[in-house]
Each structure stands twice: as structure tokens, then as C-alpha cells.
């Protein structure tokens, strides 16, 4: 029997990849993001958001197999790809797009080089946030901010949000995650649920944009 806080060993999520189990790896990237680089964004969305994504630096946390970042390499943004189990990392090497390269990172997220504070234009969020424990959901807000420059922009989906026991995957309650957010200097640009979620979790998650204050 595993304890909450097995969640923050990277040993925990190994022995998942070794045993096959990794049943948030969709084998492809989001279709929810591909759409995000396709198409416009909605009219809600303002300022460096209003019309498509422009290209910029991107930290991706939790990345896993790292489908999504590779996505967005490929779609001009200079991506850093975190994650702190060992398969992980190492099926991102191997993943590699010698045109779009990402640069990957095999680290906790809660024990991130201090000189990536300030240093991105977005960070990208999906399967992270519900993984880590709970406890430490102020922790990772901290962490987003600080990653942040003034004015960047978090990307996430938060999932899922029915009510649920037990965990991984812990239950996410957006308007929780927003004002937590919010209390760390961010502010949200648009949420919505999203047509192009994958089968299993259609109506069971949210996109949320938010911006960290400029000031």
C-alpha cells in the first residue's frame, strides 16, 4: 500500500513506466493543444493572446514521454521539457526531432535551477497538477509564478474534475486551482471546456489561461 507522498518519489512514477501503467500517456500529443496552434484564440483572450499562440520560450512540467512538447517545438516555441522519472527522460532522447529539439531537463519540479526563474514566456500544464500531492498545490503555484516572466502565460488543463477518492490522479476543482493561481499573482484569461478533449475525458476537464501580472 502506497502512501500519498510515494507521489513525490520519482521511484513511484518509475516502477509505473516499468510496469506499463501509464495510462496518461495518450501515445500522441493533445488534440486540445494542436487546436490551440491551429486556430485562433477566443475572443476573450487579449493582449500577446488574442489572436494565435505566438512562438516563445515554454517550460513544460511533468513533460513525461513529452508528446506535447515536442508539439509545440515544432510550432517554433523554444521548449524545456521536466521530468524527474528516469524512462521518462530517457523516451524523450530517444523521441528527439532533430529539426524542433527541446531541451530536457531530469529534475523535480519542486527543485528547479534557480536560473530558470523569469526565464519563460509560457508554461505548459496537463496531468501534472492532479499527480502531485495534493499538499503541495500551493507549492507548485509558487513554482509557475516564479517561472513566469511578467506578463507569461500558464497553459492547463486541469483534469479531472469530478469529484473522485484516492488518487493519482487527485481531484481537481478549477475555481480552486484558479484562485490559487490568483493568490500567486496570475490572472485568468479564459477557461472553457474544451470540444477537442480525448474520448475518456470529454467533460471532465477544463483549459484554463492565465496571465502573470505585469506589474
Known sequence: ??????????????????????????????????????TALPPDAEGPLSDRLRPGKMVVLGAGRGHDARLFARAGFTVTAVDFAPDAVRAMHEAQDPQAPIAILRADLFDLPELLKGQFDYVLEYVTYCAIDPARRDEYADVVAELLRPGGVLIAMAFPIEKREGGPPFAVDPNQMIERLEEHGLTLVHRERPAHSIGPRKGREELLILRKDAG
Request: hydrophobic share 35%.
Open 1 to 38: 500500500m502506497w502512501a500519498v507522498t510515494d507521489v513525490s518519489d520519482p521511484q513511484f512514477w518509475q516502477q509505473i513506466y516499468r510496469g506499463g501503467r501509464a495510462g496518461w500517456d495518450q501515445g500522441r500529443p493533445t488534440p486540445v493543444f494542436e487546436r490551440l496552434l491551429e
